[in-house]
């Protein structure tokens, strides 16, 4: 018996011949995040049912996946074949690596209806993509993208003038070099806040104006674009405590400046000043507190994808979890977002100018930063989500959640044995139709999957959990 399907895992029976899904899935490993595709399995059943002459047909596989005209991207490292004998029967298993970034989306050739079509892999299946998805994968192909000049803009018409100067003050006092002579669109130049355009004229960049620009000139450009920090007692309340939006009125932030430095300052002041004895060491909690939520805002604003339809930002407090959502997946694996010195630029522009102005640590650093304060803290490791379809999602469960975060209560233990008995895993909505309360359940599965007893696969409401081991 095979494990079940999964985000990485794909069964087919091809007795025979190569099934044409196979190659929908071939699409959507190479678009998301690799996987494996065994023939001669059954994906109803999970049990071997072997494939005749094997050979030929990883030969065929092969063959295809080197063909241009059937597949649009072609590198024999990142694809293993291999024939295995499994019960007495012969299996293909072929190894499928994510492709790189300049690759994607990669695209299958649909034959007979001269049509190509690019998939994603959505929990334990195929999904073709959206043009909006297409749109945004091939933005991700180039580095720094919003270093490109925004055409038909300029400093004195788009450029935030009050912004403008605090971002010069503080990125004097941060350590850029000035001399007396130096014009406000010369200095906007070399923070790259402005570019040259192919007629050498000064616009503004894509990331200039994100971060500096007046609202309506932003607006013009990303109608879709709202950045929104909500502060609640729980998920679950209706209306909100306090909250910041961009918009055109004198208190509201007009670009990512200024929504960063007033949601900055708001939790400064909102989180108590307290001291935590941890042995021999007195911890200030409130300072590692600010630290974890500025470094997560600020990384949450730059790996946002910024089009025409993109809605940039949201950011939620509670007494219980802070969340952080945003439609660009991340470009680096999860693993490698704990680590110091792993980095893959989206926005380098952006990164540029919130550490010119010293609001960010060095680029890099900042996710093995987050895991220090938060252990320092106590608190169960960030919680991770990434998907095409879904964007990126951090979610930092505080004190209140993993003060029971290693004990099981009953209804843990209910929740496991459930998963135990249906190793495809469960939405929760499954748990739901059970008579369980949705609230209470899904925070105790946040709780399971904090102690690595459950694992998640898929995105928001296609989130399925399943049992570790």
């Known amino acids: 018996m095979w494990a079940p399907e999964s985000d990485q895992l794909e069964y087919k029976k091809a007795k025979n011949e190569l099934p044409k899904a196979v190659w929908d899935t071939v699409s ?16 109803k059943t999970l049990e071997t049912v072997g494939v005749e002459n094997a050979t030929r047909l990883a030969n065929e596989f092969a063959s295809l996946a080197r063909d241009s005209k059937f597949i649009s991207y072609i590198n024999r490292a990142t694809i293993d074949i291999n024939v295995e004998a499994v019960d007495g029967l012969e299996i293909v298993r072929i190894r499928i690596d994510k492709a790189p970034r300049d690759a994607k989306p990669v695209f299958i050739n649909i034959s007979g209806i001269n049509k190509r079509k690019a998939f994603i892999r959505i929990s334990d299946n195929d999904s073709v993509m959206t043009e909006s998805e297409i749109a945004d994968m091939l933005q991700d192909r180039y580095v720094d993208n919003d270093a490109r000049p925004r055409e038909g803009t300029s400093f004195e018409r788009d450029i935030d003038p009050d912004t403008f100067t605090r971002i010069k003050n503080q990125a004097i006092e941060n350590g850029l070099r000035v001399n007396e002579q130096d014009s406000d669109e010369s200095i906007a130049y070399y923070l790259g806040i402005l570019v040259q355009d192919e007629n050498e004229r000064l616009v503004a960049s894509v990331g200039g104006l994100l971060f500096a620009g007046r609202y309506r ?3 013009s450009r990303f109608p879709a674009l709202m950045l ?3 502060q609640v007692k729980t998920l679950e309340q209706n209306g ?20 960063y430095v007033q949601v900055a300052n708001r939790i400064d002041v909102s989180f108590t000043n307290e001291l935590k004895i941890d042995g021999f060491k007195r911890v200030p909690v409130h300072d590692l507190k600010v630290a ?3 470094e997560l805002l600020a990384n949450g604003l730059v790996h946002a994808l910024y089009n025409s339809y993109s809605t940039g930002l ?6 219980k979890e802070w969340v952080f959502e945003n439609n660009g997946e991340f470009l680096i694996s999860l693993d490698d977002f704990k680590e110091p010195r792993i980095k893959a630029d989206r926005n380098g522009t952006l990164i540029d100018l919130f550490r010119s102005t010293g609001l960010m640590e060095h680029f890099g650093y900042g996710g093995g930063e987050v895991y220090k304060n938060v252990e320092a803290l106590g608190w169960p490791e960030p919680l991770l989500e990434s998907n095409v379809r879904g964007g990126s999602k951090v979610t930092i469960l505080t004190g209140e959640v993993s003060s029971n975060a290693t004990g099981l209560t009953q209804s843990d233990n209910e929740l496991q044995s459930l998963l135990e008995k249906n190793p495809q895993g469960m939405l929760l909505t499954d748990f739901v139709k059970l008579g369980m309360d949705k609230n209470a359940t899904k925070t105790d599965l946040q709780k399971l999957v904090v102690t690595g007893k459950v694992y ?8 399925r959990y399943h049992l570790a081991g």
Do not use: M, Q
């Not at 509201?252 to 929504?259: A, L, Q, R, T, W």
């Not at 998640?456 to 989130?463: I, L, N, P, S």
């Open 456 to 463: 998640k696969t898929g995105v928001r409401r296609g989130t």
């Open 217 to 219: 000139s932003i607006r």
């Open 28 to 43: 959507a490993f190479y678009n998301t995040k690799g996987g494996e595709i065994i023939l001669g399995v059954d994906d």
């Open 228 to 230: 929104d920090f909500v």
């Open 292 to 294: 974890v939520f500025r």
């Open 314 to 319: 949201d950011a939620i407090v509670t007494n």
């Open 240 to 259: 909100y405590d306090d909250r910041i939006v961009t918009g055109a009125l004198s208190n509201e932030p007009s670009n990512i400046y200024e929504f």
